[in-house]
């Protein structure tokens, strides 16, 4: 157990359908960050905070996605109108500033049906 | 669980047998390098990490070796578990970035 925690584990739904993932990183940690990760493949970024303000946003992301993490704490990732393609593993990762290690989440497995 | 080492390379290994894993970066302005283990249906676990002021580290077990001229990472693993088994990434992080560029990873499979 890293210390990060993520909120589902496995999520199924339609094609759609809204979802949202929790992630709650390791409580010292000021920068959280989002990766996607489809089979066979390494992890790719998708955004990332330090404290509340979010600083980077990947080209991957497109405008049904988006991400909050409104006191600097946990973090939400909502993807609006979900699609097939975006069926995958969703990891969120805490550190503590820039160049130090990423520890990461079990993720949430999102299956668009 | 799942598998998240489809088509990947593989390196097959006795258990005992100390495994050399490797991987080519891709940005010369990376300057901090980590490698993480992914076991089935289970999140990236960090392994060790290197900076680019150095070329070798060492940590129980495992040691990274560094080789900026070619953009080239190792990770040994000495005396290979059966519990070692898993995917493999590399990672780097570009200076001035924050974020991590995966490698592809490789599949290590360890036989008893």
């Known amino acids: 157990d890293t210390g990060v925690s993520q909120n589902p584990r496995h999520k199924i739904t339609k094609r759609g359908q809204n979802v949202t993932f929790r992630c709650d990183p390791i409580?010292?940690?000021?920068?959280l960050y989002w990766y996607r990760q489809t089979l066979g493949q390494g992890p790719e970024f998708l955004t990332y905070?330090?404290?509340?303000?979010?600083?980077?946003k990947s080209r991957l992301l497109s405008d049904r996605f988006s991400a909050e993490r409104p006191k600097g704490s946990f973090s939400t990732l909502e993807i609006q109108r979900t699609e097939q393609g975006d069926s995958a593993m969703y990891l969120c990762?805490?550190?503590?500033?820039?160049?130090?290690?990423?520890?990461f989440g079990a993720g949430t497995r999102l299956s668009v049906l | 669980g799942e598998s998240v080492g489809l088509h990947l390379p593989t390196l097959s290994v006795q258990e005992g047998d100390n495994s050399i894993i490797n991987c080519a970066y891709s940005?010369?302005?990376?300057?901090?390098f980590i490698w993480y283990k992914q076991e089935s249906g289970k999140g990236p676990q960090f392994i060790i990490d290197?900076?680019?002021?150095?070329d070798k580290r060492q940590g129980q077990r495992v040691t990274v070796l560094l080789n900026k001229t070619v953009k080239h990472l190792s990770l040994q693993i000495a005396a290979t578990q059966p519990g070692d088994s898993a995917v493999y990434f590399c990672?780097?992080?570009?200076?001035?970035?924050?974020?991590?560029?995966f490698g592809k990873g490789t599949m290590l499979l360890v036989s008893p």
């Open positions: 905070f330090q404290n509340e303000a979010q600083l980077e």
């Open positions: 290197i900076r680019s002021n150095m």
């Open positions: 409580s010292e940690h000021n920068r």
């Open positions: 990762a805490s550190s503590l500033g820039r160049g130090n290690i990423q520890y």
């Open positions: 940005n010369s302005a990376s300057d901090y």
């Open positions: 990672a780097e992080n570009p200076y001035g970035y924050s974020t991590l560029t």
